[in-house]
């Protein structure tokens, strides 16, 4: 197994073209805005090159989480800890020979993905808007931004082979 990284930047690169729908002023923009708290005003003073380039950044980081979430392949490449052709455990190839790249497909990984989304993404960000006084409108926002973001990062990842 190695890892794609193409395909990691590819999926970090999706969440800005979600996010520039998403949060576009016709869709969720106006009232994202209004439930965060934040200004038209406010929003100018931001220096927008490093706030993209750090969204892709961590973008990557919730990408090469996700690799390990959708495709299942590398879990039986865990169980015979990693390494290289030489550390290939006959067991690992019988199950490669079987498995092969059963389920790398992008309704796959959008599947796994959409249940990090709903498990991972959205306890989180309604735990931090339960403690910062946050409405419900905005958690569901935000949960739904990064739902949809994990299902489209998650089908990427899983079926670029």
């Known amino acids: 197994m190695e890892i794609n990284f193409l395909a990691l930047i590819v999926a970090a690169l999706s969440t800005l073209v979600i ?4 949060y576009n002023p016709k869709v969720f ?3 994202w805005m209004k439930e965060s708290g934040l200004t038209e ?6 220096n927008m090159p490093v706030i993209f380039i750090m969204a892709i950044f961590f973008a990557f980081l919730i990408a090469m989480f996700l690799q390990f979430v959708t495709i299942h392949q590398w879990g039986a490449f865990s169980m015979i800890g990693g390494g ?3 550390d290939i455990k006959p067991s690992y190839a019988a199950f490669m020979a079987d498995y092969g790249t059963t389920f790398r497909t992008f309704k796959h990984g959008a ?3 959409f249940l990090a989304g709903l498990f991972f993404a959205f306890p989180m960000i309604a735990n931090n808007a339960l403690f ?4 419900w409108k905005y958690t569901f ?5 990064w739902a949809v973001c994990f299902t489209i990062m998650g089908g990427i990842i899983c ?3």
């Open 141 to 145: 926002i935000n949960t739904g931004y």
């Open 111 to 113: 599947f796994h993905g």
């Open 84 to 86: 290289g052709a030489a």
């Open 29 to 31: 923009g106006t009232v």
């Open 159 to 161: 079926a670029w082979q």
């Open 19 to 22: 996010g520039f729908i998403w």
């Open 41 to 46: 005003e406010k929003m100018k003073g931001a």
């Open 132 to 135: 910062e006084r946050k409405s």
